[in-house]
């Protein structure tokens, strides 16, 4: 495992076999961060944004292509070796894949016909796709970017949860049943529903009522809760509560707040209430994984 801390953020580039790689790129600063990394034309790559966005550069600046939150970007050209030169926006988390096209391919058994450029057809051709990241990938991404294991196991768990996001990228079947649904074919539905855990994130302490929330992003109630379900696989306060415990970990591991402090920050006005809130998310109590994360 390979970890570089620079100015604007880290790099962490972590082998999962041979001609198998994952990197987690952070920039959490307020000016753009560049990374660059050698990539022939022998790979193929999956990169995928969960917070911010970034724009890859190709042939010298001539050409570029934007990847924003919640998206994904595949490149795939077996002519044209695709180095990463990439400019991460302020505040941006991004996790690739780069793994070799023999090893993508012994992946699949024959019957992944489904996958355009396992097709003998376009074995030697190029191929890029821009899609939404679904919730089930979301959630494994950010385990992917955070996680607090013993040292031992870190890789075993890395590598089966690389494992898992291939798998689900290429789950067209559910996919597909996303597609299809109505509600989230009109773009103007799935920018209000985003617009509703924004707000519902900025406000943790004092969460708005579904009822307010429905109106001042302009759904009816019916709408909001069916359309947060579809796009983030929970219902919005569920939601809210595994992000802020979530927040309020990462708080805890600063060591920069004391349990009360975090408690309150999060939205709990007296800390037996965060206490048996964090218990139920993380099996411990706040004081526990404190100490726990100093041994």
């Not at 076999?17 to 959490?28: A, I, P, S, T």
């Not at 724009?55 to 600046?61: L, M, S, Y």
């Not at 990439?86 to 793994?99: D, F, R, T, Y």
């Not at 291939?166 to 509600?183: A, I, R």
Request: hydrophobic fraction near 40%.
């Amino acid at each position: 495992m390979l970890t570089e801390n620079v100015a604007q953020g880290s790099y962490t580039e972590v082998l999962i076999e041979d001609g198998f790689y994952v990197l987690k790129l952070q920039n959490d600063q307020d000016e753009i961060q560049k990374v660059t990394r050698e990539i022939d034309s022998s790979f193929i790559q999956f990169h995928f944004c969960l917070k911010g966005r970034a724009k890859f550069i190709f042939n010298e600046g001539r050409y570029a292509l934007e990847v924003s939150e919640e998206n994904s970007l595949l490149l795939y050209n077996t002519q044209l070796d695709l180095p990463m030169n990439l400019e991460m926006a302020p505040n941006s988390w991004i996790v690739s894949i780069v793994m070799t096209i023999r090893k993508f391919h012994s992946l699949f058994s024959k019957e992944a016909s489904y996958i355009p450029f396992l097709s003998v057809e376009n074995k030697e051709k190029k191929y890029y796709a821009q899609e939404g990241v679904s919730p089930a990938i979301a959630v494994v991404l950010s385990q992917i970017m955070n996680y607090n294991l013993h040292p031992s196991i870190k890789e075993l768990y890395i590598k089966g949860k690389v494992y898992e996001l291939v798998s689900l990228y290429f789950n067209k079947s559910s996919d597909t049943d996303l597609e299809q649904c109505p509600f989230l074919v009109d773009e103007d539905n799935v920018k209000r529903i985003r617009q509703a855990k924004e707000i519902m994130i900025a406000h943790m302490a004092e969460p708005p009522s579904l009822a307010d929330l429905a109106q001042e992003i302009g759904l009816s109630l019916k709408k909001l809760k069916e359309g947060f379900k579809q796009i983030y696989g929970d219902s919005v306060y569920s939601f809210l509560f595994d992000y802020k415990m979530e927040h309020a970990r990462r708080l805890l591991e600063t060591g920069q707040h004391n349990v009360n402090e975090v408690g309150l920050k999060v939205g709990y006005s007296t800390s037996s209430h965060f206490i048996a809130a964090f218990k139920k998310k993380y099996g411990t109590t706040p004081k526990k994984y404190v100490m726990s994360i100093a041994n």
